[in-house]
T-cell receptor
Framework: AAGVIQSPRHLIKEKRETATLKCYPIPRHDTVYWYQQGPGQDPQFLISFYEKMQSDKGSIPDRFSAQQFSDYHSELNMSSLELGDSALYFC??????????????FGPGTRLTVL | GQNIDQPTEMTATEGAIVQINCTYQTSGFNGLFWYQQHAGEAPTFLSYNVLDGLEEKGRFSSFLSRSKGYSYLLLKELQMKDSASYLCAVRSGNTPLVFGKGTRLSVIA
């Protein structure tokens, strides 16, 4: 069965650079979530989209932005990177809005290292 | 906001049974999820509870008591591959999941 695809899997950037992370949800899934997980930390919710509209916002820094496109894939844009942005970034997708039970399927993650 | 507590670490023996507890405080409770996460990998879904009681799925079971703000994940017939972090996550109303800090389970021979 198709799973959530994230690219790239690994990314190395320097401070103050920009990065774009991509997420391709499971086919027919209309909701995408972005999480940041630092070393030894639990996943922290950043932002989510339902039907191409932002549905909720968590602890996403102002330096980050995201969007969901017409084909439901999503991109997380990160600017002015800081050392503390080094983390695993997971994308998850689900079918349906938050109001219904909707298991979130996680992608393999993008490991971002900021030097 | 939500407050989710789970033990940081647990150790259990191969073939044994282990229970991982999770307590939470939230308003508008709308479901509790358990995820398994191996180091450096994505969380994978284990179970979902929204009503009180026990949900069984193979070697894994999850229990919920909404009045007590309490859940547990029960793992039977432990295998070495069960060594992982187990994340309790709670949803309130229509908000996204909030994860606990996870319980790192080590299965020893």
């Amino acid at each position: 069965a198709a799973g959530v695809i994230q690219s790239p899997r690994h990314l190395i950037k320097e401070k103050r650079e920009t990065a774009t992370l991509k997420c391709y949800p499971i086919p027919r899934h209309d909701t995408v979530y972005w999480y940041q997980q630092g070393p030894g930390q639990d996943p922290q919710f950043l932002i989510s989209f339902y039907e191409k509209m932002q549905s909720d916002k968590g602890s996403i820094p102002d330096r980050f932005s995201a969007q969901q496109f017409s084909d439901y894939h999503s991109e997380l844009n990160m600017s002015s990177l800081e050392l503390g942005d080094s983390a695993l970034y997971f994308c998850a997708s689900s079918l349906g809005s938050f109001s219904s039970y909707n298991e979130q399927f996680f992608g393999p993650g993008t490991r971002l290292t900021v030097l | 906001g939500q407050n989710i507590d789970q033990p940081t670490e647990m150790t259990a023996t191969e073939g044994a049974i282990v229970q991982i507890n999770c307590t939470y405080q939230t308003s508008g409770f709308n479901g509790l999820f358990w995820y398994q996460q191996h180091a450096g990998e994505a969380p994978t879904f284990l179970s979902y509870n929204v009503l009180d009681g026990l949900e069984e799925k193979g070697r894994f079971s999850s229990f919920l008591s909404r009045s007590k703000g309490y859940s547990y994940l029960l793992l039977k017939e432990l295998q070495m591959k069960d060594s992982a972090s187990y994340l309790c996550a709670v949803r309130s109303g229509n908000t996204p999941l909030v994860f606990g800090k996870g319980t790192r389970l080590s299965v020893i021979a």
